[in-house]
């Protein structure tokens, strides 16, 4: 019985582990929460809910919707009452391969992650869990979906379950098949223009946006999974570094909650990585975004600061740097210097990057 109820419960979980589309490797699955069709159109749901807000009207999807690329094209997100933290909103289009979530990484895994909105003042306003719980131990398809995905009913269904379920259905949010992934890997190779062809050397070479944003021989993430000090928005905290990273700790050390302190405290949100690690080395350093899709989730940068293709690949050719005159900031990543493009090169690398549009956001895409 035991070896059948095994077979079972693998046969459910391989039924809904979908091939990854092309670029992209396999999705990796936590073994403690492994993929079932239930468990996701459960997250499905629980990720759209509003009533997990203290207006009825905010949920995961109103920062993440999938009309927008899973973000909200927003500088900086809105939460209740229209109240906005310091953060752009990251797509959850293939987050499933981030190793770390949140700009500064502050949680491990996607389940962790959930866990944060709803109990940040900002987002969703809840003090607690309590009204999450409430809602999923007694309306009746939540107990019906708890107890068929979990087999938990009442007062055994815990935040932890809501988690691993939100996490399953984003685990689907994946997207590859871009046109330089059939040029690239499907042999293809009309498939991007020429000026797309010429970006993608840049891109390579002069550019060397390749060192962060990693393209491998059978797949592309087009991130490194690390943090960098880019120089965006980090002219708001120069020359007081040391101050906003001695203030952060303190708050921290009385009790403050990390989520809520950088995306309430504007100087402080511009600590990056160091929030969490509380090492000097990556104060100002944010995580390396995919660049898949990128061209349907503007703005971008961790404060949303630049609004196009075109403003990112300026900012980086002369040195992330908001102006020409603006001094390098001694926290700033090495590799972060002149790139000295041409106007057809920045032209070129800004199509090159439309070319990561996968088929089912090309609508969304803007010219």
């Known amino acids: 019985m035991d070896r059948f109820l095994i077979a079972i419960a693998f046969a459910t979980t391989a039924a809904c582990a979908h091939a990854a589309p092309l670029g992209l490797p396999e999705v990796p699955i936590p073994a403690d929460n492994p993929q079932t069709e239930a468990k996701i159109a459960l997250g499905d749901k629980l990720f759209h809910d509003q009533r997990f807000s203290t207006t009825g009207e ?8 999938r009309e927008k690329g899973f973000t909200d094209n927003l500088r900086v997100s809105e939460g209740i009452n229209k109240l906005t933290g310091t953060r ?17 990484g502050r949680e491990p895994d996607l389940e962790g992650q959930s866990k944060q909105p709803p109990i940040n003042p900002v987002e969703m306003g809840l003090t607690d869990y309590q009204p ?9 398809d939540y107990q019906a979906q708890f107890k068929a995905v979990f087999g938990k009913a009442g007062s055994a269904i ?13 685990r689907t949010i994946i997207a590859g098949d871009s046109p330089f992934d059939r040029y690239m890997y499907g042999g293809e190779k009309d498939a991007m223009t020429p000026a797309q062809i010429r970006g993608l050397k840049v891109f390579v070479e002069q550019g060397r946006c390749v060192s962060c ?5 059978t797949q592309a993430l087009f991130t490194d999974n690390r943090f960098h000090n880019i120089g965006v928005g980090f002219m708001r905290i120069k020359g007081k570094e040391e101050k906003t990273a001695a203030e952060f700790l303190k708050s921290k050390r009385a009790g403050a909650d990390v989520d809520v302190t950088v ?3 504007e100087n402080m949100s511009e600590l990056g990585r160091y929030a969490v690690t509380e090492n000097i080395s990556e ?3 944010f995580k390396t975004s ?3 899709n990128i061209a349907v989730t503007a703005p971008y940068m961790h404060d949303g600061s630049l609004k196009t293709l075109e403003d990112v690949v300026d900012f980086y050719d002369i040195g992330g740097r908001m102006k020409e005159k603006d001094p390098f900031s001694s926290f700033q990543s090495g590799g972060i210097r002149p790139l000295n493009l041409t106007d057809q090169q920045a032209e070129d690398l800004v199509e090159f990057m439309k070319a990561l549009t996968s088929p089912e956001y090309a609508a969304l895409a803007k010219d």
């Open 263 to 265: 995306l309430t405290r």
């Open 58 to 65: 905010v949920s995961c999807s109103t920062c993440h919707a």
């Open 290 to 292: 995919t660049l898949r």
């Open 213 to 217: 944003h990693t393209i491998e021989q």
């Open 88 to 104: 752009n909103a990251p797509t959850v289009i293939n987050a499933a391969y981030m190793q770390t979530q949140f700009w500064d």
């Open 132 to 140: 999450i719980l409430k809602i999923v131990r007694t309306d009746p």
């Open 158 to 170: 815990g935040i932890d379950d809501v988690a691993m379920a939100i996490a399953a259905f984003e």
């Open 283 to 285: 104060v100002g350093a």
